[in-house]
């Protein structure tokens, strides 16, 4: 009988929801709740603890052939349904098992538009999808934003679409931006004291999405034209000179992007979420047991300036196994070869002072991989050779470099190097490269991106300053792991700062610098100074080479976008701990209570009594701890804190 009734009741829903025009899903915690309107065209309302967020989101595909919905589109069905399971993530950047719990509604047209939603108890997502028979030109997307008119923004603003996506983020009213303020994703977004943060997920064969103003507290998502014409000039920068009047060519039968609005009350759930990872496509790696993350001594930032050494430091074998040797004596996985190690226009040949193979050789003997740089232009002209040449040397990687850009043909270009790379069993790590989009659920041999304004800069501008690093958790670091590349040893206060190219340093103090190894996410993480900087700070080296890049947990414990951060992650037994401030001196209370019952034993690198003055000032200490044992954090200006906990066996 119970069957009967239930099986009453689908058929009931269902005739329902075929003929109604609102439709309202809701968050598991019933916070979060979108109004969904038919006719004409696909509008929602999202609210937030009853509270307006998003006025209205405009939506709908134009093809060639048609617009979709169309205003005589009508609604075959509409399904509501749930999702609750566990991932386990191949590599786990924030938890080891990841709930993926929310409420979804399927509503189907007539036409074969699929318009396919989710709210999760973080967030809001709306993805297309079509059935139709013949490829299918898009000439655009709509996804027009209202919000309230209170409403303020972090913007990074572009210059264009071709872009390493390296971007400021700037504070603003949101109705001072205009049709001419581009920004890429993700953007953050308050109002009514809610952030709500955009950017997308699972792109493929697709272009990426960006934002321009589109009127009062409005913006409307725009997208790089598919390409006609190019250039290149150098070896790296493919210009697109001539574009056609569509955005993407692609099959009929297919989902598109997912649309995500990350939606918090607090800034640190921003930095908790996993709603991009959640909504990508599952990982397509048969057999991903081979992929290993880990840290990697790099060569660029540093200018290769090694010294007490009797041979002339270059990009040569001898150089190159001194930075082996500094990664095996310090448990650091790989060594990466960054530009100058391969001949100009070919990614198959090295220069007469490199042996690739006998590094390859020399390195594996050691327990580390090398990884090598390339341009990805000279990379996909012979990506075939290239992958099974690196993988026949003993290669484990490859950092592919400026792409710039996210129209539908160099995206394409991304899942293709992703999959090839993975067939010969190489990590891959894309610099000058648009933002995450859960690609490392699919293919979790790219452990890192770039697409984030990172220390290189400090080598030639003032812009990595300790409040630009406060922002990039609560903004760029949301979308996914980024390759910021931290570890100066040289660190300096506001006033006596200047950059260096050959010999950079970096703003703010040394355990700042320390600081981000737990705060800032990457599987592959780079530790950016010279190794003989890093012998001769020998302590602190010994405590930032053996912080894990996966983590198994994270609670963050205090957090306000741009100004200050403190959060815990947990590996097995251990928690780290990461404390940072902007250019204000501060004072924070830790309260321990999240550990378990037991004694622990912290090991804690805090800033130095002088380390105002001289930002590489720092003071270690080991103490015992327990469950609800309180401290104080204090912090200089630019400073940070950070800590290893260990329970006493």
Known sequence: ?????????????????????????????????????????????????????????????????????????????????KIDQEIKPVIAVKHSSIRDKCNTLTITYRSGLVVHFRAYDDGFAYRFGTSLKNDIIVRNET???????????????????????????????????????????????????????????????YPGMWLRGAGPSTLKGVFPPYPEEERLRSDRDLHVTKARDYIASTTGTRVFPWRVFIITGTDGELIESEMVYKLA????????????????????????????VDFRAGINNDTYKYYIDFASANGIEYVILDEGWYRKGTVLESIPEINIPELCSYAASRNVGIILWVVWKTFHDRIDDAVALYEKWGVKGVKVDFMQRDDQPVVNFYHEAMQKTAEHHLLIDFHGAYKPDGAGRTWPNALTREGVKGLE????????????????????????????????????????????FNRPGSLGTRVHQMALYVIFESPLQMLADSPTNYMREKECTDFISKIPVVWDDIKVLEAKTGDYLLLARRSGEDWYLGALTDWKAREMDLDLAFLPAGTFRMELFRDGINADRHAQDYRREIIEVKQ??????????????????SPVK
């Open 628 to 645: 609800g044992s309180r401290l104080k954090i204090n912090m200089v200006s630019g400073g940070g804190w950070t800590a290893k906990i």
């Open 143 to 205: 996804c027009n934003i209202t919000f309230p008119g209170s409403s303020s923004s972090w913007y990074p603003f572009e210059d264009g679409f071709m872009s390493h996506n390296e971007r400021l983020y700037k504070y603003t009213s949101l109705d001072t931006i205009g049709g001419n303020h581009l920004a890429s994703l993700p953007a953050l977004f308050v109002t009514e004291g809610v952030n709500v943060l955009i950017t997308e997920s699972d792109i493929i064969d």
């Open 281 to 308: 496509s599952p990982c397509r790696i048969e057999d991903p047991s081979w992929i290993k993350p880990g840290k990697v001594a790099w060569d660029w930032w540093n200018a290769n300036n090694i010294y007490g």
């Open 457 to 500: 800069n400090s080598k030639w501008s003032r812009e990595i300053s300790p409040d630009h690093n406060l922002m990039l958790p609560f903004i760029r670091m949301v979308a996914g792991p980024m390759d910021y590349t931290p570890g100066a040893m040289l660190n300096f206060e506001r006033n006596n700062f200047n950059p260096i």
């Open 1 to 81: 009988m119970k069957r009967i009734v239930t099986v009453i009741i689908l058929v009931l829903s269902i005739g329902v929801f075929t003929h109604a025009k609102d439709y309202k899903l809701v968050s598991p915690d019933g916070k979060i709740s979108a109004s969904i309107k038919d006719g004409p065209g696909l509008e929602c309302t999202v609210s937030y603890n009853g509270k307006i967020v998003i006025n209205s989101v405009k939506a709908g595909l134009s093809l060639s052939t048609a617009e979709l919905p169309s205003p005589s589109d009508r609604i075959r069905r509409a399904v509501f349904g």
